[in-house]
């Protein structure tokens, strides 16, 4: 079992940065894929960042350039770096997590809101 939370969001004008925060629990991170959604109102959740447990990383285009997702094992963290921020990334935001052998993300966060005004 992974218990995962969230926290960074927050109010932020455009051209700023914010980064998020993902804690995990559980002794077995390091073999966990972990991913960042967001779902903006009135829209459907999208994947924006994804980091395996070897630390490879795929990002959805709209980030690009502009966000990038790491992860301390030792922590047991993964963070979101966002630069460059655009209204249009305002959303609640989701860490997910699934072990490498599973192709679901079955482990969820709360969330955290981030409102990028303009």
């Known amino acids: 079992q992974v218990q995962l939370v969230e926290s960074g969001g927050g109010l932020v004008q455009a051209g700023g940065s914010l980064r998020l925060s993902c804690a995990a629990s559980g002794r077995t991170f390091a073999s966990y894929n972990v991913a960042w959604f967001r779902q903006a109102p009135g829209k459907e959740r999208e994947s924006v960042a994804a980091?395996?447990?070897?630390?490879?990383?795929d990002y959805a285009d709209s980030v690009k350039g502009r966000f990038t997702i790491s992860r301390d094992n030792a922590k047991t963290t993964v963070y979101l770096q966002m630069n460059s921020l655009k209204p249009e990334d305002t959303a609640v935001y989701y860490c997910a997590a699934r072990h490498r052998s599973s192709t679901r993300y079955d482990y969820w966060g709360q969330g955290t809101q981030v409102t990028v005004s303009s």
């Open positions: 980091i395996g447990w070897s630390s490879g990383t």
